[in-house]
């Protein structure tokens, strides 16, 4: 399971991670995929073990772990339930990452102890319906009245949106400077303007709640301003960044968990008076993702150590984050072939483990961006 040796902190968590995988989500996964309704309590379960502030410094209520961890603990919720693994994600890195990484003094006492428990869910509000990959793009502006920051605009996509108490969101302080106009703001679900659009119908995830987010004269107070004016684009561009680990960690266990039920079926269903997984073509099957998924597990922890060794981890995370969203399909797709007739029921996992993992090739940058992001930093240094 383990390409590179952990350390006995990152064991451990990875055993609790399992563990609460196993006795808290396992039962559910199915159902709650049946009926888009997710337990929101079960947050502050997570909240219970650490999980929902896993970067988040001990100094501010959070677990205070590495990367690696952070990552590992992403693999086990989604070896499990992609839902739940995606609203951890998005909470701790997009939510909990650019307060902690850009936020005062003040914002980091305020606001990370609530999120850091679980009392409080984070979310992200980047996409708008004309800015996807050109992020850029954004039309949510914010005009400084008095003491007030006043925020019109359309957010969509949004993990987490409609339970989330705070929100980082992006908006445009100054059009006349493109990006470098762009601004980030910590915005409070109960402040005048607000509202909770509608919720996405999803091909996977769908107990994850994505929703369209909207700022009618939204009343930011200028406290809230997340760094400088002008900062926020490249506030969440690193923010992206460290999610692209998030992203491959979540797809990395959605193949595991994959594979794991496909040797299961294998090992119980016979044909031919024989289990099937004794047949030669399907033990090539589990050779290739077992391959695939220790590759791309490699990129995944690699990615993280960067990170948390302080180097430039941008190209790595694009990497794992590429390569283990596109191998995360391809594993899925096969263990579906595994099962036959029987991996296109809803009644087998691997059917929506398959649905929820083609979000990896598309949220927090598409394949066809990373790609982008790659070349251009392998030309760039030669």
Known sequence: MTPIALTDEQQMIKETAR????????????????????????????????????????????????????AIVIEELARVCGSTALGVAAHNSLACGPITMMGTEKQKKRFLPELASGEAIGAFCLTEPQAGSDASNTKTTAVLKGDKYILNGTKIFVTNGGWARYLVATAMTDPSQGPKGISAFIIENDFPGFVIGSKEKKLGLRASGTYEIVFDNCEVPKENLLGTEGGGFKTFMKTLEGGRISIGAFSLGLAQGAMEAAIKFGKDRRQFDTPIIDFQINQMKVADMATEIHAARLLVHDAARRKDAGEDFA?????????????????????????????????????????DAKLGEIGEGTSEIQRLIIARSVLGAN
């Not at 009926?35 to 209520?61: D, H, N, R, S």
């Not at 995370?317 to 399909?329: I, R, T, Y």
């Open 315 to 355: 190209r790595y995370a694009s990497m794992a984050k590429l390569f283990a969203s596109e191998m995360s399909m391809r594993v899925t797709t096969q263990a579906i072939q595994l099962h036959g007739g029987y991996g296109y029921c809803r009644e087998y996992q691997v059917e929506r483990m398959y649905r």
């Open 19 to 70: 563990r609460f995988a196993e006795t808290e989500l396992a039962p559910i996964a199915t159902k709650i995929d049946e009926t888009g309704v997710y337990p929101v309590e079960m947050f502050a379960k997570m909240g219970e073990t650490g999980f929902m502030g896993l970067t988040v410094p001990a100094e501010y209520g959070g677990a205070g772990t590495d990367t690696v961890s952070y």
